[in-house]
């Protein structure tokens, strides 16, 4: 490590909240599917920002884009209309098949307004106020308190109880349990389709079919987090597409934007109709001409170029060669995940292997202490897979 990255993390540790245990990188640059550090070394990089960057970096058309924009406006505020989120709010209601948008900031905002439009929906159905969701052991859904109240993970909420209240956690995967929780207060049930930081697991097919039923004859709203999991990560613009199970809201982010800061929640006309009016939800930067240029052109791309049949067609190659790492080295215990959203489990923590292959040229990242998380950008191709697979089985081994 250089004095150049050396002063600047100092820096940084003067000045900045320490709420991260942040890896001993000052990165500068990027582009394809690679990343540079202040001081010039490139990286290989299969985190892509936590899944954000799904077109990779620097993508031209993308950047002339926002460039425009920025030359244009970059605000008004939600009294107005702006012609970028028109056009976003249209082509993301043609990629989901649901019927109403509302623009966020973040994934964290787009869980807020999920949980706020289900209570609303349960409160105009019978003038009560004791609705109650439910949730799913090891989901993560984000850290504003709503979504954090629904994350059913104790190491995050404890610090920070009482949570908004009326939550129960069933366990993923395990409709019994689900079952057992829905009584006549139940609004909405809320789970991502594959869990992300609860460790790479897909929902099963049954399961998500058996609680979609369940909520159709029980007049309970489904929620679907796609935040991680969708925008073509798992080879279908959202997971849920491959089961024919859909959501009766759900939320996006991450990728949506690829870099620039914005999340979106979608509702069928039904829970459009019943639930949040005018006064009842808001937000300054939501929905801005900026950030909505970006998903315009995201979603321009994703749909011309088939990102999601790229991811589908480069899987089996990338599940080949995780395997074969799981083969080879005992202390890999098990390979889970769907598309490009997967990970290798292993016996003990992996943060030696992750600062290993920093050291080699490789950016990975875990999901809970023992898995390693493979996110890459949705571009890659089988040469990405191969340079990654050689640079991590040297890291295991080391």
Same mark, same amino acid.
């Given at each position: ?29 990027? =582009? ?34 926002? +460039? ?23 082509r993301l209601k043609k990629m989901s098949g649901l019927d109403r948008v509302f623009f966020t900031n973040s994934g964290a905002e787009a869980v807020e307004g999920a949980i706020k439009a289900a209570r609303k929906?349960? #409160? ?15 989901? #993560? ?18 610090? #920070?109880?009482? %949570? ?48 979609? +039923? ?23 613009? #959202?997971?849920?597409?491959?089961? %024919? ?8 982010? +991450?990728?949506? %934007? ?13 829970? %459009? ?26 979603? =321009? ?11 589908? =067609? ?19 215990? =098990? ?29 990975l990242i875990n999901a809970g202490a023992n898995i390693l998380r493979f996110v890459p950008p949705l571009i890659i191709t089988k040469e990405n897979i191969d340079e990654m697979i050689s640079i991590l089985d ?5």
């Open positions: 490590m250089g004095q150049l990255t050396t002063d600047l993390i100092n820096d940084a540790e003067e000045a900045l909240l320490h709420t991260y245990n942040r890896y001993q990188v000052v990165l500068d640059r990027g =582009e394809g599917v690679y990343l540079y550090d202040i001081e010039g070394k490139k990286y290989l990089d299969f985190v892509a920002g936590i899944a954000v960057f799904a077109l990779g970096y620097s993508n031209s058309e993308y950047k002339e884009a926002i +460039k425009a924009q920025a030359d244009k406006l970059l605000h008004t505020s939600n009294y107005y209309y702006n012609v970028p989120a028109i056009s976003a709010a249209k929906y349960g #409160f105009n159905k019978d003038g009560r106020t004791d609705h109650e969701i439910i949730a799913m052991n090891h989901s #993560f859904h984000g850290r504003t308190m709503g979504a954090l109240s629904v994350t059913g993970n104790n190491h995050y909420r404890d610090p #920070f109880e009482p %949570g908004i209240g009326n939550i129960k956690f069933a366990d993923y995967n395990d409709f019994d349990s689900v079952k057992r929780l829905v009584n006549d207060k139940t609004c909405a049930i809320i789970l991502e389709t594959v869990q992300g930081e609860g460790g790479l697991t897909p929902a099963t097919e049954d399961f998500l079919k058996s609680i979609r +039923k369940l909520c159709d004859e029980k007049d309970i709203l489904l929620i679907l987090d796609e935040i991680q999991c969708g925008m073509g990560r798992t080879g279908y613009d #959202f997971a849920w597409q491959k089961y %024919g199970v859909k959501p009766d809201i759900m939320t996006t982010a +991450k990728a949506l %934007g690829c870099g620039v800061p914005v999340g979106a929640f979608l509702m069928n006309e039904k829970v %459009g109709q019943n639930s949040l009016v005018a006064g009842d939800h808001g937000t300054t930067y939501g929905g801005n001409p900026f950030a909505c240029a970006a998903v315009d052109k995201v979603l =321009e791309i994703y749909e011309r170029e088939d990102i999601s049949g790229h991811v589908r =067609e480069v899987t089996p190659y990338l599940w080949e060669k995780l395997d074969e790492i799981m083969q080879k080295h005992p202390s890999v215990k =098990e390979h889970r995940g769907a598309g490009f959203m997967q990970g290798l489990v292993f016996e003990k923590p992996v943060a030696p292997v992750i600062n290993k292959a920093i050291e080699n040229g490789l950016i040297k890291c295991i081994e080391d």
